[in-house]
């Protein structure tokens, strides 16, 4: 066994060819040459790559991007922490989390909240045109993009087919449809970006087919996004105050009928016989319930004023710096860039498969 064992031959490793710069520099100029008897064949490649890089472009769809600034004003973001916070950032340290954690748009919240489903639903069911209001972005995006047509003919059976802005009489179908619209223009077409993160400016861009589709759904999608912060933020406060008010109201009506009873009260005290000692007793029972309603009524005006201010105070302010303004910056396949990358394209190809073709004949 153990003689067995020591004649066993051992592992034999093929040698591998040894790396020489002359070998290599002598097969790439063979290739060369290879190639050049075939020029011909290489030029009638470049031809047709230059024509399908030219009809790319030309039926490449040209899309519109509208493009819009704005900053979101928080009147607590004026407070001496965001003082510090700026100097901090001014000399190289990002203390932006630091005492603004708190709120729906504080930090980067807001890059979500204007990417919301519902907000970019809410605006596409907007209408296209002022003078026709069932005529909606939606129903305008889906014949762009040739939407409509392909779900008539495949759900509807050549039936019409809108997107109202009431919602209420949607089929399961119409539903459906919009959610694909949504989630096209959410994930290909929209984009907010924070150019400075030290800074509360935002960048929206919206980029469709359709130039005033960009335009009306960049400003719209703004506008709901600002709608719905301001609600969220102030709704305490703003419930408050519509409390207040109504209870000012009520007293007001109070205190004007009591004014009109103690002022009876008062007059009927001249025609009574003075030889009756209570005939006062009811004057001065309306003149104690005016006062009391007048002091209520005092101090509920006061908390109304005071909760208003804060509401003023607590509302903040989306400010747009640059709004998207006609014409739109438009996007195509310019037919340079096609014939270049078709060209390129073709070349490459075809010299590959020329050269593999003739390694293969070779071996």
Known sequence: MAENESKTPPYIYSEEDNFSWKETIKRRREDSLYLWKNRSKILIALIIGALSGALTSWLWPVTYTARLTFVVEDPKGMSGGSMVSALAGSLGFDMGSIGNTSGLLAGDNVLELVKSEKLIKGSLLTPYKEKKTDYTLADRYSEVYKLKKKWQEKYLAGKSLSFPADQSGYSRLQDSLLQVMVKQVKEKELSISKPDKKLTFFELNITTRDERVSQLLCERLLKSSADFYISNKTAKLKKNVDGLQKRADSLARLLNRKTYSASAASGALLDLNPAYTTANVS?????????????????????????????????????????????????????????????????????????????????
């Open 283 to 363: 004057s001065e029972l309306q003149e104690r319930d005016k006062v009391t309603l007048s002091t209520i009524y005092s101090e509920v005006i006061k908390n109304l004023e005071v909760s208003k201010t804060m509401l003023v105070q607590e509302t903040p302010a989306f400010q747009m710096v640059d709004e998207p303004e006609l014409p739109l910056k438009k996007n195509r396949f310019g037919y340079g860039k096609g014939i270049a990358l078709g060209v390129f394209l073709f070349a490459v190809f075809y010299c590959s498969i020329a050269l593999l073709k003739r390694s293969m004949d070779q071996n």
